[in-house]
RNA sequence: GGAGAGGUGGCGGAGUGGUCGAUCGCGCCGGUCUCGAAAACCGGAGUACCUGCAAGGGUACCGUGGGUUCGAAUCCCACCCUCUCCGCCA
């Protein structure tokens, strides 16, 4: 959500930044309505003064026993009141316009992010690893001899349709440890406090984070109005809905591991093999909440530990800074990491760090005061994945892929494998 | 799911129609006293919006949304949430 007076102080900023994701000008369209609000506020509220201090009179009147003043004055009083009701409800609408205008404008890019239009525009900022050179034609995970047994797309059809897995036996053991490490990892060495959250919740929880209004259509809602969350970016994020933190609390950095749900409305027969697009899937999010000032710092330190992951795995990847015509709704700037995927010969995003400012913050009613005495002020909120545990997977399994069918597993995931080392041919972790 | 109790400012807790944005206690901030602290005493302090150069003024907020009334924290209705007991259950 964006601040009206900011826009009202500088509309041509505004707009230029707009333009920057490709967007038309607002400004002059929403300082309209603006001005109209506060002239119907100011209208509103001076005759409901008047009003007030009417019936503080009867109050009076009617304490001194003097019937025919009281008599007076409440009639008086009611004769206005339609007149001020009018003004009031004129006053209440016109604000939820404007409302409901600033709420489906996405936040607006830092200057350093660069501009482009789609993701062909983004720009890499750094690669990490050396894609592995491999004798014999790598394939995608799928058809991976050691991992056929363990993954199986036509059972998860019967029970559920497309877009739906079920994993068994080594890969399954596979999915869990690598869920298991990214936390490990987040908890001991990044100092994330794991948290356990809710995956249904209220809708606005989903405004929140801006899913809601704009992105219903993405995510699933039950029969009684809860929304399946798309991301532990929601609860997290949200855990400091309409608080007023003590500045000396922040940063406050968390991690979870949820399920994830998203309709993928928009992505029909793109990635339909293979289990990289999911309706269902594990995913390890990592929350920042902190001052504005410090919200760079605190991306960089994110990726950072998303990029860590990585690195610990094995997995060769490059980081991108996400140009502003690619950027999601709600973010001020994007890195994200994409891992190399042998099987598709390419790099496929597993991250997406971002910081939005006070953009959510300021939807959410999350502020902080510096110290005591000093205004609240509203929060910088950052998200990221941490990662995306089933592409993950994904990634450990085409990278680790033999000639023979099998798969030999990164280091750091064999104390979570029971000393296991790889997945065989067979399919038995081994 | 059934029965009951309750939701008031950072916390506790008054307040059942009129000057209540709200008594009081604790905590917090400033000051006096003190070498310093504690205690005691004095003073201060909510949030958002509108208006104003400012000082200030105004409006709203006592779980949420409606309603009654000249006037609502107080009365009425609906909903949400918490707690206790019972039932059911991973």
């Given at each position: 959500?964006?601040?009206?007076?900011?826009?009202?102080?500088?509309?041509?900023?505004?707009?230029?930044?707009?333009?920057?994701?490709?967007?038309?000008?607002?400004s002059s369209e929403l300082l309209a309505i603006d001005e109209a609000r506060r002239a119907l506020?100011?209208?509103?509220?001076?005759?409901?003064?008047?009003?007030?201090?009417?019936?503080?009179?009867?109050?009076?009147?009617?304490?001194?026993?003097?019937?025919?003043?009281?008599?007076?004055?409440?009639?008086?009083?009611?004769?206005?009141?339609?007149?001020?009701?009018?003004?009031?409800?004129?006053?209440?609408?016109?604000?939820?316009?404007?409302?409901?205008?600033?709420?489906?404008?996405?936040?607006?890019?830092?200057?350093?992010?660069?501009?482009?239009?789609?993701?062909?525009?983004?720009?890499?900022?750094?690669?990490?690893?050396?894609?592995?050179?491999?004798?014999?034609?790598?394939?995608?995970?799928?058809?991976?001899?050691?991992?056929?047994?363990?993954?199986?797309?036509?059972?998860?059809?019967?029970?559920?349709?497309?877009?739906?897995?079920v994993l068994k036996g080594a890969v399954t053991r596979v999915h869990r440890a690598l869920a298991?490490?990214?936390?490990?990892?987040?908890?001991n060495e990044h100092e994330l406090e794991e948290t356990w959250t809710p995956v249904l919740v209220?809708?606005?929880?989903?405004?929140?984070?801006?899913?809601?209004?704009?992105?219903?259509?993405?995510?699933?809602?039950?029969?009684?109005?809860?929304?399946?969350?798309?991301?532990?970016?929601?609860?997290?994020?949200?855990?400091?809905?309409?608080?007023?933190?003590?500045?000396?609390?922040?940063?406050?950095?968390?991690?979870?591991?949820?399920?994830?749900?998203?309709?993928?409305?928009?992505?029909?027969?793109?990635?339909?093999?293979?289990?990289?697009?999911?309706?269902?899937?594990?995913?390890?999010?990592?929350?920042?909440?902190?001052?504005?000032?410090?919200?760079?710092?605190?991306?960089?330190?994110?990726?950072?530990?998303?990029?860590?992951?990585?690195?610990?795995?094995?997995?060769?990847?490059?980081?991108?800074?996400?140009?502003?015509?690619?950027?999601?709704?709600?973010?001020?700037?994007?890195?994200?990491?994409?891992?190399?995927?042998?099987?598709?010969?390419?790099?496929?995003?597993?991250?997406?760090?971002?910081?939005?400012?006070?953009?959510?913050?300021?939807?959410?009613?999350?502020?902080?005061?510096?110290?005591?005495?000093?205004?609240?002020?509203?929060?910088?909120?950052?998200?990221?994945?941490?990662?995306?545990?089933?592409?993950?997977?994904?990634?450990?399994?085409?990278?680790?892929?033999?000639?023979?069918?099998?798969?030999?597993?990164?280091?750091?995931?064999?104390?979570?494998?029971?000393?296991?080392?790889?997945?065989?041919?067979?399919?038995?972790?081994?």
């Amino acid at each position: 959500m964006h601040d009206i007076r900011a826009i009202r102080e500088n509309p041509a900023a505004f707009d230029a930044a707009l333009a920057r994701r490709g967007l038309s000008p607002l400004s002059s369209e929403l300082l309209a309505i603006d001005e109209a609000r506060r002239a119907l506020i100011k209208q509103a509220e001076d005759a409901k003064a008047a009003q007030n201090a009417l019936s503080k009179e009867a109050g009076q009147a009617k304490a001194k026993g003097d019937e025919a003043e009281f008599v007076r004055i409440r009639e008086e009083v009611s004769r206005r009141k339609a007149v001020e009701g009018g003004l009031l409800e004129q006053a209440n609408a016109e604000d939820l316009r404007l409302k409901a205008a600033l709420e489906v404008i996405p936040n607006l890019p830092l200057d350093e992010v660069p501009e482009g239009k789609d993701e062909d525009d983004n720009v890499e900022i750094r690669q990490w690893g050396t894609p592995r050179a491999f004798d014999f034609q790598p394939v995608e995970h799928f058809d991976i001899a050691g991992v056929k047994p363990g993954m199986d797309f036509n059972t998860a059809a019967k029970l559920s349709g497309a877009r739906f897995v079920v994993l068994k036996g080594a890969v399954t053991r596979v999915h869990r440890a690598l869920a298991q490490f990214m936390l490990d990892t987040h908890v001991n060495e990044h100092e994330l406090e794991e948290t356990w959250t809710p995956v249904l919740v209220k809708s606005e929880a989903m405004y929140g984070t801006g899913n809601l209004p704009k992105f219903a259509e993405d995510s699933y809602k039950t029969t009684n109005d809860w929304w399946l969350v798309p991301t532990a970016e929601v609860t997290l994020t949200n855990t400091v809905a309409g608080d007023i933190i003590d500045g000396a609390d922040l940063p406050i950095r968390m991690t979870a591991h949820t399920q994830c749900f998203r309709s993928e409305a928009g992505s029909a027969g793109k990635d339909t093999s293979g289990m990289l697009r999911q309706h269902q899937f594990e995913k390890v999010e990592m929350v920042t909440i902190c001052t504005p000032e410090t919200a760079l710092a605190e991306h960089d330190r994110m990726t950072r530990c998303a990029e860590t992951i990585l690195e610990k795995l094995g997995l060769p990847y490059r980081t991108i800074v996400l140009c502003t015509g690619d950027m999601g709704f709600g973010s001020q700037k994007t890195h994200d990491m994409e891992v190399w995927l042998p099987g598709q010969n390419r790099y496929r995003e597993i991250s997406s760090c971002s910081t939005c400012g006070q953009f959510q913050a300021r939807r959410m009613n999350a502020r902080y005061r510096a110290g005591s005495g000093a205004k609240p002020d509203f929060v910088a909120t950052l998200n990221g994945s941490g990662l995306a545990v089933g592409r993950c997977l994904i990634a450990v399994l085409e990278n680790g892929q033999q000639a023979d069918g099998s798969v030999e597993l990164p280091a750091v995931l064999h104390p979570y494998l029971g000393g296991k080392t790889r997945i065989s041919a067979e399919g038995k972790l081994v």
